[in-house]
């Protein structure tokens, strides 16, 4: 798939999520179903948190091109890997980067202005580098390894899956209430 369509199946799905999510209050969004799991706002949070936290990697391993390597075999292995970990729902720990600074209230309104101009700015990033560059190992993921722009706009769209799953049953709880 080319990156024109992973960016605009991400965007779709990003926007869908937050129009359906957009007639709960952000009391509703963060308010926790249960005390050892995350609430649909920390969810989303966990989910924005995780791009930005890519890009600003991306950025930082393509400005040193000449440090960058050529995707293995054995990294593609482990991508499906991580993609059969994600359609069977096994869970996982998050590395701590990625919710570690997660604030206890987080207003949704900010959230998705904030998503919006870093997914805005991924999207300016990726277009602006050399096909041969993105090709390369621009992500080194915690499972999978170095991983090219193509797996991580793949990785992107099955996080977010994962954790759209996540909310729409979260979501449901707040229904039922």
């Known amino acids: 798939m080319s990156k024109e369509n992973s960016f ?7 926007d869908d999520l937050l129009r359906k999510l957009s007639v709960y209050t952000d009391e509703d969004l963060n308010k926790k179903m249960n005390k050892n799991k995350w609430s ?15 890009i600003k990697y991306i950025k930082k391993k393509t400005s040193y091109p000449e440090s960058l390597v050529k995707v293995s075999y054995f990294s593609k292995c482990k991508m499906k890997l991580l993609e059969l970990i994600f359609f069977t729902g096994i869970k996982m720990k998050a590395p701590k980067i ?4 997660m604030p206890k209230n ?16 991924f999207e300016e990033l990726v277009n602006a ?21 193509n797996m991580t706009l793949q ?5 977010f899956h994962h954790h759209r799953k996540i909310i729409a049953k979260l979501e449901s709880k707040i229904k039922s209430n």
Do not use: C, Q, V
Request: charged share 30%.
């Open 8 to 14: 605009k199946i991400i965007n779709k799905d990003l």
């Open 40 to 54: 649909i706002a920390e969810n989303l949070y966990h989910l924005w948190l995780t791009e930005f936290i890519t």
């Open 98 to 101: 990625t919710y570690d600074s």
């Open 106 to 121: 987080i207003e949704i309104k900010k959230l998705k202005e904030t998503w919006t101009k870093s997914r805005k700015s």
């Open 129 to 149: 580098l050399d096909e041969s560059i993105l090709k390369k190992g621009i992500l080194r993921h915690p499972i999978a390894g170095r991983i090219d722009i």
């Open 155 to 159: 990785f992107i769209k099955m996080h």
